[in-house]
């Protein structure tokens, strides 16, 4: 007979952090976020003044009939919040996902890009 605490907690659904890569490229911050099993309907992304959050969920769906020998594949929670400062321009914030992986391309404001200083000879 298994053991009633195991099961239980076998039975809740992780919350878990999604490892990430951050890039800054070209006037821009791309985030890179590994996301296995999530789709696009099971994703929330959201931007509350200076709080970037994120959350998906991956569901796992088993099929009828048989016994699983062994059962690692499991449903999740993935959740990742990122405090953004005022350089990132809140309308210039795109979401994409594809093979698992969510890429957030961040715009940053035009007056906080790098800009090269002309020199005057005289």
């Given at each position: 007979?298994a053991d009633k605490?195991?099961?239980?907690?076998?039975?809740?659904?992780?919350?878990?952090?999604?490892?990430?890569?951050?890039?800054?490229?070209?006037?821009?911050?791309t985030l890179k976020?590994?996301?296995?099993?999530?789709?696009?309907?099971?994703?929330?992304?959201?931007?509350?003044?200076?709080?970037?959050?994120?959350?998906?969920?991956?569901?796992?769906?088993?099929?009828?009939?048989?016994?699983?020998?062994?059962?690692?594949?499991?449903?999740?929670?993935?959740?990742?919040?990122y405090t953004i400062?005022?350089?990132?321009?809140?309308?210039?914030?795109?979401?994409?996902?594809?093979?698992?992986?969510?890429?957030?391309?961040?715009?940053?404001?035009?007056?906080?890009?790098?800009?090269?200083?002309?020199?005057?000879?005289?």
């Amino acid at each position: 007979m298994a053991d009633k605490n195991l099961q239980k907690r076998s039975e809740t659904r992780p919350t878990v952090r999604a490892c990430c890569d951050v890039l800054e490229n070209d006037g821009e911050i791309t985030l890179k976020l590994e996301m296995p099993g999530v789709t696009k309907d099971g994703l929330n992304v959201n931007i509350d003044g200076d709080q970037l959050e994120i959350r998906g969920m991956r569901d796992v769906k088993r099929p009828e009939g048989g016994n699983y020998l062994i059962h690692e594949i499991r449903e999740a929670d993935f959740y990742q919040v990122y405090t953004i400062d005022e350089t990132i321009d809140r309308n210039k914030i795109d979401a994409s996902l594809k093979h698992g992986i969510l890429t957030l391309k961040l715009g940053v404001k035009e007056s906080q890009k790098p800009r090269k200083i002309e020199i005057a000879a005289k």
